[in-house]
């Protein structure tokens, strides 16, 4: 379709549609008259008929209406509320072909967006048991149909689905959000109206230690104070198992965020402890720790042999976070540096470090281009360094640090294909080939996929 053309499509109107492929938020993606259809839970190979619900210059967005020729991949879906939840998109597809699509999206990642085709990409590292695997649950609190709602937001809007048994929840957390659910209708407690801003509870957030059986509940409100605070607490004891630490926080500002600055521990432990492997992590309302512990250990595993350490290495993690993978390294390594920039992070690091008794890390607070420069300046050489960056990957200046360096060897891990396949781009023109990736499946039933990646030094000839 040429610049001035209309599309070929209108709103409310009623098309078929063949699926070519997925999407990178694992939707369908169609062309009628060589306009761009993505319809939500549509399969390659598919032909649909849809419904238009959005159109704009260059594409349009459909609801699934009908499949006239279904995919040998599609599968009755297993949750109840599949098609209204947003929480999941590939349920509807048999788990071996959302591993074979996890890998094919991070192909054309770095096929296009890296322009690299010399790459070994292995088959994804599916789960053993792809259901029931998240350790940590967020739902918002709010009110549907005239009752309390707990649950995922509906698909594209802010429109709570409740929840009675998210299938890839694990099953305590399921338990979390029906008795919080309970005790807010009970207690009459109001809930937070996102468009007036008035209310009291807004989110629930469940954090389960899949390896120790320690429960955290952690409920946010708008207020100062918990309404019903003792009633509350006294009703989670009778009905959480394996609860170990009930907290408050406090979130008045409007928006997305969901934790508030003030965090205070109300019955119970500051934190609750699980084990990836044979260490042992504290983890608060607060610390980051991968959602699913077992493919957890499968991804640091990886991390570990990409790594290539005899036990005389010096490795610097960067974005080190609460220090979960430095520790893993540690293990291999004659020494580790660990760096990130959020301080309670590092707190939380060196609290770890003590528990497993590892003495050769060094955990730093700071930003990477700065501390990295100082540790260089000061006489350390890593052999290897690694890097598990946010969403939006690395930010220039680091990976020229990086480079600056130079290592033997770099282990990227990402949760971002596309911010992943942009830097492994610049890494190659800064004297870094990309060796092999690893696509391991964190977080089955959705569109989403980690990866783990080996850099290595290129030598002159």
Known sequence: MTKNQTAPVKMGSRYTVEIANLGHSGEGVGRYQDFTIFVPQAL??????????????????????????????????????????????????RYEGQLKAKREQVVNAITRIGKLDDVTIHPTI???????????????????????????????THAIVNTDDCCIQHTVNNTIADQVRRIVTELNIPTYDERTGEGVIRHVMGRVGTATGEVMVALVTVTDKLPNQAKIITAL???????????????????????????????????????????TFHISARSFFQVNTEQTVVLYGKAVEYAGLTGKETVIDAYCGTGTITLFLAGQADKVYGIEIVEPAIADAWQNARTNKVENVE??????????????????????????????????????TFVRMNPERIVYVSCNPASLARDLAILAEQGYRTVEIQPVDMFPHTHHVECCVLLQRKHSP
């Open 44 to 93: 390659p190979g598919e032909v649909v008929e849809v419904q238009v619900s959005e159109v704009k210059k260059s594409y349009a967005k459909a609801k699934l209406i009908a499949v006239k020729q279904a995919s040998t991949e599609r599968v009755e879906p297993q949750c109840s509320v599949y098609q209204s939840c947003g929480g999941c998109q590939l349920q509807h597809m």
């Open 126 to 156: 599916g789960a053993a048991n792809p259901w029931y695997y998240r350790n940590k649950m967020q739902f918002p609190v709010g009110r549907a149909q005239g009752k309390v709602a707990v649950g995922c937001y509906s698909q594209g």
């Open 237 to 279: 004891q009778l009905a959480i198992p394996g609860l170990a630490s009930i907290i408050h926080n406090v979130n008045p500002q409007r928006g997305n965020v969901i934790l508030g600055r003030t965090t205070r521990t109300i019955w119970g432990k500051d934190t609750i402890t699980d084990k990836l492997g044979n260490l």
């Open 363 to 400: 955990f730093i607070a700071g930003d990477a281009v700065e501390v990295m420069p100082d540790l260089y300046r000061s006489g350390i050489r890593p052999e290897t360094i690694v890097v598990d960056p946010p969403r939006a990957g690395c930010e220039p200046k680091v990976l020229e």
